[in-house]
């Protein structure tokens, strides 16, 4: 070696690297360039006219593979798609029948984060990392948000899904009316501190009732949110963990009843004192129709109401059930009390292991899911898949949907940082169930001691039912997420 | 006027009131169900509560047939009216041999009736099991087989107690007569049994038309039936009201004609023909 | 009546010949899943467990001492005897009222018969809907007759779940009374009701004397058929409650619709499953014994 420092050796040397260097970073480059592509070509060529099924969240959810994902894979492929769209709640039961049959009938898979542990162990779920590293999909997996590529992608250590939906629950308010003079000053005068879309959930109950006492009279309450039971209970799981509650000790005994599970309970239903009368029943489109008409100030719900919201529909006849928005550019975006929303359901692509044609059903996802085409459909406007990716966030055309849509996108990267995972465990729905119960009676009027008590009885009872070691060692690694609690 | 056509008119008049006042109250849902394919998303939502739409444009059923939707209507139909023939045609012949032969004797009745005391949502499991091996999942004949069983029954019990209700002094003459068995049932015992007929059939159909659980499991997407197609327009971040209510519109026009052609089976001021015992 | 001892084949076997194809289908779709669902009960079959081991008795023990399933049957018993005898009484009213001839009674009872076509998925949740205390119009009329805004929580308040259920049910399923007891009354013979009225006798004797034991064997029929679709009631309390708040108004196909396809708790359910069999059997075998003694 001590030779080639000398000139020829030395400069072919030199040659030598800057070239490897030079193909090594060109690899990547187009590597992470082209994941779509590569996924494209590869799929041209084992495809030929084979059909893929794909499960997918019946409704307006189906039209992103139904008229444009779809139709867009095949002309670059050749593979023929076919969607099978099933009733959000039917999902799992379908999916888990289906697997249980062996009837293999499903290539491809929407998945809810928070059942993967329950597929996984049923061994409903394929496992990806081979195909990953096959075509080269690492890079581009780690630019998806921190917040879903670290929690909503592997389990156990392994690769099941693919993160490709940013829910979040955010903070909506209206803008204007946080700006009126005569509030902000009345605000200032009772509170001593300034009108402002609260941080704490404290500020929130004084806000709220604020409002509503003034402007109840013109048609508006202080908030509303989506109370009914399915919506609350992940609003509750956001809220209890915020304010420092654990789900379970360090011997996995549940610890929802703790003074701060009381606690929030009871300002839950305090809270709907001073929010529309029947708001124990509001569900999704409820709560929008109640803030798209102005009759609310603000409301915390899934990113799709910033986009309806703000008139982004196009014409698009999909969305007529919208109601029309009468609030477009007066809406505020911020993150929820307390800075950590709840990453609330979501969606990953999975491939079924009973699928007759893995490989290429693994190729759509990953097209679905790369950069490049993941762009175009979080912003077809009637796609419900919201932003996910870093790159979506500063996408300069979503930027340019509509005047406000930086602050907007602003707030869906800061939830990305913050957020909060459901909980996920094994036979996850139980615990999710004796919850939901509990906030049904909540909304009945039991006493919230009571209540949360039954449902850590219920919860205990379950986790000895599974196993307390079994459950045990899945909720510590769900645990160890970073999106587990608040940090 | 005499006064028992006088008593006649006011009570004629009373049952009239009577009549009306109860359509309302009943329509009162189906009317509201209805509108809701007219109004806009805001008046569905509205505060309070709008009674009718501003306005009637048919722009959702357009979509509903545009898309294709519309076409599970047209499965439901092909499934409901295949399975309740079926059901009717074996239910039928059935019930006349436990009604006038006592065949089986009261276990066989027995029998029959207890499978309509299983839970549904208990056996769509196992029946989906037996279908993939068969492979009979999302097929017309296997939805249709199923709903032929799940009916049959319903019709065999129903029409048992109808037939038992017509005296066999007719069908005795008429094997007497020189009438085979098989043209005693269908030519003299039928026209009996209209009314039973009309009734059971309506609901039979009814019964195959409306079940969720099993198109639900059974089916994916050849065969989707309308109340499987309904259920997409439920959604955990959206709820497709109009075409929820489109969808209901077309699929409860059917039964209505249907019904109102064959209500003259039911009700009196026909002559059934011949006089009964 | 007796057959023929010297007849064909096909006439000596006619009325097994009829009953053949019935009993055919029905053994083909029927006897599998009953098979299935004994053996599974003895399994251990849940979401994370497949092992097809016997586990004896265990899913049995595991039924009587679980307090939500007997709740659920309570409820349901609850449901079913509210909602029967109204449904059995309203829809023999009705059809009473339009036995006779009357203008436009072709389009009344069409219009009758619409509630029970709406799918009951629908049903519930447009009578959600009608029960919204925001966008629906039933508090909306309940106010006009008060005088002032009524706040009444029809699928939240404790009590007025029930309420809220039975009308619904009530309402989708008079019109099946209605509709068979009309058939029924229809073809009660005339002239026995024409001759008691000659002898004197009033209305309300002729109707328990001759028209009620006339249409007796359609009535038992349907108030079983009737019975039996209350005691797996799911869609309208699904819609209206999920079997909220709590598990107050969770019904029996609620409850297993909860184990069995949201938890798979496959074994289990079908030990529920054939434990609800069992009861409605000897129930329904009981009641029937009873109507036959009767006549």
Redesign the interface.
């Known amino acids: 070696m001590k030779n080639c420092f000398a000139s020829m050796c030395w400069k072919g040397l030199r040659a030598g690297f800057v070239i490897a260097g030079m193909t090594l970073a060109w690899a990547g480059v187009a590597h992470a360039q082209s994941a779509a592509k590569t996924a494209a070509d590869a799929a041209k060529k084992i495809c030929a006219g084979k059909t893929i099924t794909i499960v997918w969240e019946a409704g307006l959810q189906s039209l992103d593979p139904l008229n444009f994902s779809g139709p867009l894979w095949e002309k670059e492929t050749g593979c023929k798609i076919k969607v099978v769209e099933v009733p959000t709640a039917e999902m799992f039961t379908k999916i888990m029948q289906d697997y249980r049959a062996g009837s293999g009938a499903y290539d491809a898979l929407n998945v809810v984060p928070s059942w993967m542990p329950d597929l996984v162990q049923a061994g409903a779920l394929e496992q990806l990392d081979n195909y990953v590293d096959k075509y080269g999909y690492r890079a581009e997996l780690q630019k998806i948000a921190p917040t879903y590529r670290d929690n909503q992608m592997k389990v156990n250590g392994k690769i099941y899904g693919f993160p490709d939906d940013g829910d979040v629950f955010i903070m909506y308010y209206r803008k204007d009316i946080f700006a009126r003079d005569d509030l902000k000053k009345a605000f200032q005068a009772k509170y001593n501190y300034p009108l402002a879309p609260p941080k704490t959930w404290k500020q929130f109950d004084e806000v709220g009732s604020f409002l509503t006492d003034n402007l109840k009279k013109e048609g508006t309450y202080g908030a509303s949110f989506f109370r009914e039971a399915p919506y609350a209970m992940l609003m509750f799981q956001e809220r209890f963990r915020v304010e420092g509650g654990k789900f379970f000790d360090a011997n996995m005994k549940a610890t929802v009843n703790s003074p701060i599970g009381v606690r929030v309970f009871t300002e839950m239903r305090n809270e709907n004192r001073f929010m529309p009368p029947g708001v124990e029943k509001f569900g999704f489109v409820e709560n929008l129709a109640t803030f798209l008409k102005g009759e609310s100030a603000m409301t915390i719900s899934w990113p799709p109401y910033g986009r309806f919201a703000a008139g982004y529909l196009g014409s698009e006849k999909a969305l007529d059930w919208v109601p029309k928005s009468t609030i477009a550019g007066k809406v505020g975006y911020a993150l929820p009390p307390g800075g950590h929303p709840q990453l609330a359901l979501g969606f990953a692509l999975s491939v079924a292991t009973h699928s007759k044609n893995k490989e290429a059903a693994y190729l759509f996802i990953q097209w679905l899911n790369s950069e490049e085409i993941s762009t175009k459909r979080v912003q077809l406007p009637y796609t419900l898949r919201d932003p996910f990716r870093d790159s979506h966030y500063t996408d300069p055309v979503y930027l340019g949907l509509w005047p406000d849509a930086k602050d907007y996108l602003a707030a869906l990267k800061a939830a990305s940082q913050t957020g909060l995972l459901d909980l996920s465990l094994i036979q996850t729905d139980t615990y999710e169930e004796a919850l939901r119960q509990g906030v049904g009676r909540l909304w009945a009027g039991e006493d919230p001691k009571t209540i949360l008590d039954d449902v850590a009885k219920q919860w205990d009872a379950t986790t000895a039912k599974i196993g307390v070691d079994k459950q045990k060692a899945v909720y510590n690694a769900w645990a160890a997420k970073s999106g587990a609690y608040p940090k | 006027m005499t006064p028992l056509a006088g008593r006649h008119r006011v009570r004629?008049c009373l049952?009239?009131v009577?009549?009306v006042a109860?359509?309302l109250i009943?329509?009162f849902?189906?009317y509201?169900?209805y509108m809701i394919s007219f109004k806009?998303?805001?008046e569905?939502?509205?505060?309070?509560?709008k009674?009718y739409p501003s306005s009637f444009n048919f722009?959702t059923y357009r979509?509903l047939f545009r898309d294709g939707d519309a076409a599970t209507v047209g499965n439901s139909l092909i499934v409901a009216f295949c399975s309740t023939a079926l059901a009717m045609f074996?239910?039928f012949?059935?019930a006349?041999?436990?009604a006038?032969?006592s065949?089986?004797g009261k276990h066989?009745a027995?029998w029959?009736?207890?499978?309509?005391?299983?839970?549904?949502?208990?056996?769509v499991?196992?029946?989906?099991?037996?279908y993939?091996w068969f492979g009979l999942?999302d097929t017309y004949v296997g939805v249709i087989?199923?709903y032929?069983?799940?009916n049959?029954?319903?019709v065999?019990?129903?029409m048992?107690?109808?037939i038992?209700?017509?005296p066999?002094a007719l069908e005795?003459s008429a094997l007497v007569d020189g009438y085979t068995?098989?043209q005693v049932l269908w030519k003299v015992l039928l026209p009996m049994?209209r009314?039973?007929l009309?009734?059971t059939t309506?609901?039979t159909f009814?019964f195959a038309?409306?079940d969720?659980?099993f198109a639900?499991?059974l089916t994916?997407?050849e065969v989707a039936t309308?109340?499987v197609q309904?259920?997409?327009?439920?959604?955990?971040?959206?709820?497709?009201?109009?075409?929820?209510s489109a969808m209901?519109v077309l699929?409860?026009l059917p039964?209505?004609?249907v019904?109102?052609f064959m209500?003259?089976?039911?009700?009196?001021?026909i002559s059934l023909g011949a006089v009964?015992? | 009546m007796r057959s023929g001892q010297r007849g064909t084949f096909r006439e000596r076997n006619f009325k097994y010949l009829l009953v053949g194809p019935a009993i055919f289908v029905l053994l083909l779709i029927g006897v599998f899943p009953l098979v299935y669902l004994l053996m599974v009960s003895f399994q251990g079959i849940t979401m994370t467990e497949t092992s097809t081991d016997f586990i004896g008795f265990a899913n049995y023990r595991q039924l009587f001492s679980d307090a939500r399933l007997w709740q659920a049957l309570l409820h349901t018993v609850i449901i079913t005897a509210i909602a029967l005898p109204i449904e059995l009484v309203l829809g023999l009213a009705m059809a009473q009222l339009f036995l006779d001839r009357l203008p436009g009674r072709a389009i009344f009872i069409a219009l009758l018969v619409l509630p029970v076509v709406v799918s009951p998925i629908v049903s519930g949740a447009t009578w959600a809907l009608l029960f919204n205390h925001r966008f629906g119009p039933i508090n909306q009329i309940i106010g006009w007759f008060m005088g002032r805004e009524t706040i009444l929580l029809w699928t939240i308040n404790p009590n007025l779940v029930y309420p809220a259920i039975i009308t619904a049910e009530i309402w989708q399923w008079t019109p099946f009374m209605f509709l068979l007891l009309l058939a029924a009354l229809g073809s009660v013979d005339r002239s026995q009701i024409e001759a008691a009225a000659i002898d004197g006798a009033g209305w309300w004797r002729t109707f328990f004397r001759i028209v009620l034991p006339a249409i007796a064997p359609v009535m038992t029929v349907a108030v079983l058929i009737r019975g039996l679709d209350l005691f797996r009631l799911f869609d309208i309390v699904w819609a209206l409650t999920q079997g909220g708040p709590g598990t107050l108004t969770e019904t029996i196909s609620v409850f297993t619709y909860i184990k069995g396809f949201r938890q798979f708790e496959t074994s289990y359910t079908a030990a529920v499953a054939l434990l609800v069999i069992v009861l409605l059997s000897t129930l329904v075998m009981y009641l029937l014994r009873r109507v036959e003694l009767a006549r």
């Open positions: 004629l049952r009239l009577a009549a109860l359509t009943f329509m849902p189906i509201w169900l806009t998303a805001s569905i939502y509205a505060f309070p509560p009674w722009d979509v074996l239910g012949i059935c006349y041999s436990l006038r032969f065949t089986g066989l027995n029959i009736i207890s499978q309509r005391m299983i839970p549904p949502i208990a056996v499991f196992p029946i989906f099991l037996l993939v999942v087989l199923l032929t069983a799940f049959l029954p319903y065999i019990w129903m048992r107690s109808y038992l209700d017509v066999r005795e068995r098989w049994c009314a039973g009309a009734a309506i609901f009814v038309w409306n969720f659980i639900l499991v994916r997407t309308y109340t309904i259920t997409h327009y439920f959604g955990g971040q959206s709820n497709f009201w109009a075409k929820i209901s699929g409860t039964i209505f004609v019904t109102a209500q003259r089976y039911f009700v009196r001021g009964k015992g």
